[in-house]
């Protein structure tokens, strides 16, 4: 089955800022950027080493308003040289933040 294939919604080219913070809020070294996102999850890209199952934090910035701070595990791992990529799930969300993340891809 490929990735497309056990996506549970559909995600889109995105832009925006992350920030890491460990499970107690406190923020790890290493930002990140937002490279795709569903209401489901992201594709993030930071120099920081994560790990598959890895539970944390994620700050997410993606328009003008307030960030959201999200509940978040490591599902996928793509490293290449420097460059690190990772799938991120988001385990728990609000009804708010589940409107605001469908707005934001509506638009």
Do not use: W
């Amino acid at each position: 089955m490929s990735e497309q294939e056990k996506r549970q919604s559909r995600r889109m080219s995105a832009r925006g800022a992350v920030e890491f913070y460990d499970q107690d809020g406190v923020l790890l070294q290493g930002v990140g950027r937002l490279l795709n996102l569903s209401v489901t999850g992201s594709l993030v890209e930071t120099s920081m080493q994560l790990t598959p199952g890895q539970v944390l934090r994620l700050r997410l910035q993606m328009d003008h308003k307030e960030p959201m701070d999200l509940e978040v595990t490591v599902v996928r791992a793509y490293l290449k040289q420097s460059v690190k990529t990772y799938g991120i799930h988001f385990n728990c969300i609000t009804l708010e933040e589940f409107e605001r993340l469908k707005t934001f891809l509506a638009n």
